[in-house]
């Protein structure tokens, strides 16, 4: 993924890493993570959406892979986050 988006600005995917870094003072993959579980929390208000679907739709495989990301990012698996969703709608 990295080589792709580098190759979109013609550059070495060393180099826009490097570049990313600096600015932005996160690394590219960390960047995407969390772009993909903000998507998946924006998701989750949707109470009709199933879970996996979510995972699905934000680029993971898994089920166990999404969870395990989604908690090191929020601190809370994603039922858990859902259910906070719950709590606050009522």
């Known amino acids: 993924m990295l080589a792709d988006i580098a190759a ?10 490097s570049l990313f870094k600096k600015q932005l003072n996160i690394t590219v993959r960390e ?4 772009l993909r579980i903000q998507k998946a ?4 208000a949707d109470p009709d959406l199933k879970l ?5 739709s934000v680029g993971y495989q898994d089920a166990a892979h ?3 990301a989604f908690k090191n ?3 809370l ?5 859902r ?6 709608l009522n």
């Open 83 to 88: 259910e906070g969703i719950k709590l606050n």
């Open 8 to 17: 979109r600005f013609c550059l070495h995917p060393n180099y826009f890493s």
């Open 31 to 34: 960047y995407i993570l969390r």
């Open 73 to 75: 990012v929020t601190g």
């Open 66 to 68: 999404f969870n395990r």
């Open 52 to 56: 996996i679907d979510i995972a699905l």
């Open 41 to 44: 929390k924006e998701l989750m």
């Open 77 to 81: 698996s994603p039922s858990q986050y």
